[in-house]
């Protein structure tokens, strides 16, 4: 079962990972339940080789 998570609209200043497809992503559960996305292909089919959090309280992502 998948939900969507909606957050606030984000200004285009604030960093966050490029569109991405085949990533690997997981959940931590603590206190601020965060999201962990690991490399994937961007949009040129070139492999993206980075990791991402995503704190879903805050909708903020760090690298």
């Not at 969507?4 to 206190?31: L, M, N």
């Amino acid at each position: 079962h998948w939900e969507s998570i909606k957050g606030p609209v984000v200004p285009s200043s604030v960093q966050c990972p490029v569109e991405r497809r085949y990533h690997a992503i997981t959940s931590i559960i603590s206190d601020s339940p965060t999201l962990v996305m690991i490399g994937g292909e961007g949009k040129d089919g070139q492999l993206v080789n980075d990791s991402w959090l995503l704190n879903t309280s805050q909708y903020q992502w760090s690298k």
